[in-house]
Each structure stands twice: as structure tokens, then as C-alpha cells.
């Protein structure tokens, strides 16, 4: 027999549960599919999801021929086999999985398909399709992203699963607990595929009582679903959104939520990634407000890359809170963003003649060094001369904020200099 999964896929667009972003009442792939205009589609986002289940509603709405290939494991034959089918009853809808991994030579083949509409493509991948997807399939597909279903909606397909008498488990006798439907619904991750799987193994591998009945209890259903089905791909989106959010929550100085993304991370075993992201963000983010936090940030993670996991998560805790509730600035990191755009842009211009290499004999017959004022000859350590290129020497890159003291006291000499500057202009 079929997995209860496989087996409770819709049948119709009406029987899709969550993604109503897409299959509700005016939504994009409802509208297609009730006035039966379907144009080829890319649906991407985690495993369990329900890409598959809603290419099968809509052929399931449509009354479509509906085949299901793989980009891996299906070779050209295969396809010819659908294009053979097309060619014979009309159109044919084609659910793709990984379709990512789509060759060139099985795209080029169906290209001319997808043109003519003879086939409506449906293709699933867990890749962001703007990354890993060939554009010449790309713009031929709309592009639509299936997000992980809320513990709401995957408990509605759990308990329509129970109650089901053709397809599901309702002709099984079966009483589960709150505590244990919640932990299934849960724990997952938005993963249905998972829920229904470890639903079906719970039902299945527990011994009815006396009277028929079969008892789903929290322990069950914790043995048959023993670890959430965590979405961190290293090399996908779930790795960089979650990278992303940790960063974005320091930055913004929310302790809790940067705690939740660390463990995130954590639980993915990420060390590299989080060490790497806590150095830049102790110098994008905090940068000057603070400039002792990069050091300890340093300090941190070479214990937590010395310590390894578990213990390596109470000095990378240790960083994340600092960091959250330092003072904040990127003025540094803005200045040199400033500079780099001009010299990328051209506008350079030519070192001042007074700062040119003048350490070799015949210089000054050239101009070089002549007229160049050493800082340290003047009491005070500074004297007013131009530094910049002619074609920026008015440009100011720092702006310096007045969120710590460090820079509030470099922002007072850097004033003061400019001041100087400005008057010796004058």
C-alpha cells in the first residue's frame, strides 16, 4: 500500500489545505485552473509542502492528463513518451520534481512543447528558482513560492486522515490525544508529508485495546515524529534566510529573536557560518559605537571553534547579547562604501604632487614631495594641507554618528579638522 501521504493527496483545487496565498477563493492558481487557462508554473519553497498536491488538484480540477517525472532520474525517452501523449489527446500536464536539475538536453527538448501548450510544466524544486533554474525555462514558467502550512492546517489534514474511510485511516478505531495530534502538527516544521507518515506509523504499530480501539498518546506520536523536521539546506534559501534574520535582528537589537536564529543555526550545526557573520556584524553594525565588541566577537568565537559543539554555543551566546545591545554604527562602513564607489565610478583623479613617492634622487625635479608639510614638525600634530585628489578634495566620506562614546570623541576631532581645513580654504 501506498503512504498515507501519497495516498491523501487532493484530488480537486477545493480539497487544497494552506497556500491560499495561491489556491484561495481569487487567487492566482485557482483562477487558472477554474477557467482551465494554465500556463506552465514553477512551485518552490521546503520539502512536504504540497507542490505535488497542488499540481495533482489541478489536473484533478482541469481533468488533464497528469504524469509525474523526475529531472534526475527520468531521461529524454521518458518525455518523449509525454510529448507522444500530447500530441495524441491534447494537453498533457507535466509535475517535474527537481526541476532544478533539469539538463540541457531535456530542456531543449521540451521547450517547443511548453511554447505550443501542449504540455503545462509544473515544476518543483526546494532551489530558489531565480538562483538555480536555467532562464530559458525560467521565462517560460510563472513562478509561485509554496510556504511550509501553519499547525492549524496541517491538524485539519491529520484529522480528515483519521476520519477518511476510503483513502485515510478511518477504518481504524482511533482516539489520539490533544497533547499528541499538537505534537504532530508541530513538530514537523510545516512538513505534511512527515505528519501524515509518522500519523499513519502511529496508528499502524499500535495495538488496539480490548475493544478495537487504538490509542494515540503523546509518547506515541513523540517516537513516531522523534525530531522536527528542521528546513536549514546549507547551500538554499532556508540557510541564508535564517543568516539574514540573525543579522537583521542584532542589527535591530531584539536579544530574543537573534537568540532564536542563533539556535537555529545551532541546531544545524552551522559554526562556520555563525562565527563568520558574528565578526562582520561586530564591525557593519556596531563598527565605531563600539570598537572593543569586534575584539571580544573575535575573542568569542575562537573559543566556541576551540570548544566545538555543545559547549560552543555559550561564547557564541555570550557575543549575540553583546552585540544586540551595544550602541549601533555604520558609519565606518558607509565611509569606505562611499570611497570605493567613487574610484569604481572614475573619479580618482591624480595623487597631489605634494604626496607623491619623492624618496628617490631627482624627484623634486619632477614635483614630487615638494611643498609637503610633515604633520609631526607642527606642535599640535597636524597641519592643513589637501590629501585628496583635486577632483574630490571637498568630498567627505565619514559621517560619524552619536551613538557611543568612541565615536562621539572621534567625531569632536574630525570636526575640528575639517574646520581647520575649511579655513585654510578660506
Given at each position: 500500500m501506498k503512504p498515507l501521504a501519497y495516498r491523501m493527496r487532493p484530488r480537486t483545487i477545493?480539497?487544497?489545505?494552506?497556500?491560499?496565498?495561491?489556491?484561495?477563493?481569487?487567487?492566482i492558481i485557482r483562477r487558472m485552473t477554474e477557467a482551465k487557462k494554465l500556463s506552465s508554473m514553477i512551485l518552490y519553497g521546503p520539502p512536504g509542502t504540497g507542490k505535488t498536491s497542488i499540481a495533482s488538484a489541478i489536473a484533478g480540477t482541469t481533468q488533464y492528463a497528469f504524469?509525474?517525472?523526475?529531472?534526475?532520474?527520468?531521461?529524454?525517452?521518458?518525455?518523449e513518451i509525454v510529448a507522444a501523449e500530447a500530441k495524441m489527446s491534447g494537453t498533457v500536464i507535466l509535475l517535474l520534481d527537481e526541476v532544478h536539475r533539469l539538463d540541457k538536453a531535456k530542456q531543449d527538448y521540451l521547450l517547443p512543447f511548453l511554447e505550443n501548450g501542449m504540455i503545462v510544466l509544473i515544476g518543483a524544486t526546494t532551489s530558489n528558482p531565480y538562483h538555480a533554474i536555467n532562464p530559458a525555462i525560467r521565462s517560460r514558467c510563472q513562478i509561485f513560492e509554496v510556504k511550509p502550512l501553519t499547525p492549524e492546517s496541517v491538524k485539519k489534514l491529520l484529522k480528515g486522515a483519521l476520519q477518511d474511510e476510503e483513502r485515510g485511516l478511518g477504518t481504524c478505531k482511533t482516539e489520539i490525544t490533544a497533547e499528541a495530534l499538537a505534537h504532530l502538527a508541530q513538530a514537523s516544521g510545516g512538513d505534511v508529508r512527515s505528519s501524515l507518515n509518522a500519523l499513519e506509523l502511529a496508528v499502524t504499530s499500535t495495538k488496539p485495546d480490548e475493544n478495537g480501539i487504538i490509542h494515540i498518546t503523546l509518547q506515541t506520536a513523540e517516537e513516531c515524529l522523534q525530531q522536527k523536521s528542521f528546513s536549514h539546506d546549507k547551500d538554499g534559501d532556508a540557510h541564508y534566510d535564517v543568516l539574514s534574520a540573525f543579522q537583521k535582528s542584532i542589527r535591530g537589537s531584539d536579544v530574543n529573536a537573534a537568540l532564536h536564529y542563533l539556535a537555529r543555526l545551532i541546531e544545524a550545526g552551522d559554526l562556520v557560518s555563525i562565527a563568520r557573520r558574528l565578526v562582520v556584524i561586530s564591525y557593519e553594525?556596531?563598527?565605531?559605537?563600539?570598537?572593543?565588541?569586534g575584539e571580544r566577537t573575535l575573542s568569542a568565537v575562537e573559543a566556541a571553534e576551540r570548544l566545538g559543539f555543545p559547549e560552543a554555543r555559550i561564547p557564541l551566546a555570550n557575543a549575540v547579547v553583546e552585540l544586540c545591545l551595544s550602541p549601533k554604527s555604520n558609519s565606518a562602513y558607509k565611509a569606505i562604501d562611499a570611497a570605493l564607489a567613487d574610484v569604481r565610478a572614475g573619479r580618482a583623479g591624480e595623487v597631489p604632487a605634494h604626496l607623491k613617492d619623492a624618496h628617490y634622487k631627482s624627484a623634486?625635479?619632477?614635483?614630487?614631495?615638494?611643498?609637503?608639510?610633515?604633520?609631526?614638525?607642527?606642535?599640535?600634530?597636524?597641519?592643513?594641507?589637501?590629501?585628496?585628489p583635486d577632483t574630490l578634495k571637498h568630498k567627505r566620506y565619514f559621517a560619524p554618528k552619536q551613538t557611543g562614546k568612541f565615536e562621539q570623541a572621534l567625531s569632536q576631532i574630525y570636526e575640528k579638522i575639517e574646520k581647520g581645513k575649511k579655513e585654510t580654504r578660506q
Open positions: 477545493n480539497d487544497v489545505v494552506g497556500q491560499e496565498h495561491l489556491t484561495g477563493e481569487g487567487k504524469r509525474t517525472l523526475n529531472a534526475v532520474t527520468s531521461n529524454k525517452k521518458d518525455m553594525d556596531i563598527g565605531l559605537a563600539s570598537p572593543q565588541a623634486a625635479k619632477l614635483g614630487r614631495g615638494v611643498d609637503y608639510q610633515y604633520p609631526h614638525d607642527f606642535e599640535s600634530g597636524w597641519v592643513a594641507q589637501q590629501y585628496l
